[in-house]
């Protein structure tokens, strides 16, 4: 188990490793393994980042995200700029369904609709992300109810089983009506990541609830 300190230098030396993170701009605390990321950079993406490289070192359980976006000068963009920029991208990426609604409101993007995978909104989110003058996205993307293969639970354990990651005998599954939840062990954020990947994976799903502990 590593200590505050020890986890905190960590993800600094992570965050100065990663050359999309705007490392001088941000600050990080630590305690009981939860990490705080705080400080202000030009834009959203470099927040998306400095998350995501938190989450990449082991012993971090969770992160609170605290950093500011302040657009850069020449960055700021209206709304309908923005709305009409990001209606062109997620037209063009090919993972994004046309279900997809967005609203724009201080720069802050909203995604509407009903998609069939999880995959699918994380493409629409990252799609967004990266456009200038994006302070924030919100995704209240929807799954669409389908129904679920009686042997779902089955295919899950089985993922987990491929996975060069988790560990399948420390995950225990369970399903109902589309919700699958994930309980038990695992030993860093990124097993954590990939066990809830291959429950998102399965047909039918419509909801991952995560009641994996990081030991």
């Known amino acids: 188990m590593k200590s505050d ?11 100065a490793f990663d050359p999309s993170v ?5 600050a990080v605390s630590a305690k009981d393994g939860v990490i705080t990321l705080s400080g202000i950079v030009p ?7 400095a998350e995501k490289a938190a989450f990449h070192v082991s012993g971090v359980k969770a992160v609170a995200e605290e950093i500011e976006v ?4 020449g960055s700021s963009r209206t709304d309908q700029e923005i709305a009409k920029a990001a209606a062109d991208a997620l037209q063009w990426n090919v993972r994004v369904p046309s279900t997809v609604q967005i609203s ?5 993007v909203i995604l509407r609709g009903e998609v069939d995978w999880q995959y699918q909104r994380d493409a629409a989110t990252s ?9 924030q996205v919100k995704n209240h993307l929807a799954i669409h109810q389908r129904p679920q293969p009686d042997d779902v639970k089955q295919r899950i354990e089985q993922a987990l089983v491929r996975s060069a990651e988790a560990d399948a005998k420390q995950i225990r599954v369970s399903t109902q009506n589309g919700k699958v939840v994930l ?10 990541r990939d066990a809830k990947w291959a429950a998102w994976a399965a047909p039918g799903v419509m909801s991952v609830e995560s009641n994996l502990a990081i030991v």
């Open 183 to 192: 309980s038990g062990r695992v030993r860093s954020q990124a097993e954590l």
């Open 127 to 135: 799609t967004v992300s990266y456009l200038t003058g994006v302070r």
């Open 104 to 108: 724009v409101v201080d720069g802050v």
């Open 43 to 49: 834009t959203y993406v470099d927040k998306y980042a």
């Open 22 to 26: 705007a490392a001088e701009n941000i």
């Open 5 to 15: 300190l020890q986890l905190r230098r960590d993800v600094l030396d992570e965050l």
């Open 70 to 73: 302040k657009l850069a000068h």
